[in-house]
Each structure stands twice: as C-alpha cells, then as structure tokens.
C-alpha cells in the first residue's frame, strides 16, 4: 500500500510494490541502486557536493513485495542566494523497473512531502523535457549557480509557495544537518 498521497492517479505505483521513508538499513541497497540505475559518475556531480556529509530532508524508497528497495528520491536542505531551499536528488529507479510510473510515483510523493513540510522551493538538476511535467523549469534559476560545472539550462526550480524563488542570486550551499565522522564510518 502507498503511504503518500500522489498528485496524480496517472503515475502510481505497480500493484504489489510500496513507497515510504528510507530507512537506515536501505542506505547501501540505495547506494548500489545508484550505481546501477546512473553509474559511478553521480558521486561527481555538483549537486553530490552539496549533499556530501549531510543528512537528507527527506528519502523515500519504493520497494517490491519483499522489501527490497528498486527507487529512491532524496531532498536537501540548501541555501538558494539568502532563501530556504530543497534540492532534490538523486532520484533513481532500478533500470528493470524504469517506465512503469515508479519514478513519477517518487517525484509527486518528494514534491507533496516537500509542500507540506512547508517548504517554499525546490531545486534540482536534471532534463526539462522530463522534470517540467512536474512543474519545474528554468526560469527562477538564472541568479544562482552550483558549486562546480553545470549546465544551466538543466538547473531547474519548483515554488511550493508563491516568492520562494523570488530574487535568489548566488552560488547554493549546504545547510542541512552534518553527519557526524561515528555515522559516516559506519
């Protein structure tokens, strides 16, 4: 059974699979998940800088019948020029799984979680062509800048609420909770 609510009946689920919050004993089963679903290239990205030794504000996984994790969708606090902010990422579905409505599933559970935590914004990188279903486009973004290489077009925002990208200029930075040095060596 779902445990969030989804924008849209169009994207659920498949019958017999489950979404809810990551757990800690799912953390390498998210991590190999990563590696299969993007390659090893994602712990590169600009974005992994921002999340490197912090703790996510949100991770969901979507499960199958025997618990076993085949998506994931993280989000993160960040500083966006002066403004509270989530960038989400990564998203991921296990490529067995990839065009049955999991990872849309995922993305409208983050952006629902988000809103209702009270959140003003959210930030990712990613393609247009696929995150602008969802609302997000690169029209509020064109003052801020990852810390590293990136391509502008594909530095995408959501407002949850109305001014939460309002004159955002700078380049984002981490401000969720650290990860003390005990947690990362375990």
């Not at 409208?108 to 959210?122: L, M, Q, W």
Request: charge should be positive.
């Amino acid at each position: 059974m779902n445990r969030f609510a989804f924008a849209s009946a169009a994207d659920p689920v498949p019958a017999g699979y489950s979404t809810g919050p990551e757990m800690p004993a799912d953390i390498a089963a998210r991590d190999r998940l990563l590696d299969r679903a993007m390659g090893a290239a994602w712990r590169r990205k600009a974005s992994e800088k921002l999340r490197r030794g912090r703790l996510p504000s949100l991770a969901l996984v979507a499960r199958d019948g025997a618990g076993r994790v085949f998506g994931t969708v993280r989000l993160w606090h960040v500083d966006a020029g002066g403004k509270p902010a989530l960038l989400l990422g990564p998203l991921a579905v296990d490529p067995s799984f990839q065009g049955g409505g999991v990872g849309s599933a995922l993305m409208r559970a983050a952006i629902v979680a988000a809103r209702e935590g009270g959140h003003g914004a959210v930030l990712l990188m990613g393609d247009p062509e696929y995150y602008g279903r969802f609302g997000f486009s690169a029209d509020r973004t064109g003052g801020l800048a990852m810390p590293g290489p990136f391509e502008k077009r594909r530095f995408l925002g959501l407002e949850l609420r109305q001014g939460g990208l309002d004159c955002v200029v700078g380049v984002l930075r981490p401000t969720g909770v650290k990860v003390d040095a005990s947690r990362r060596a375990a």
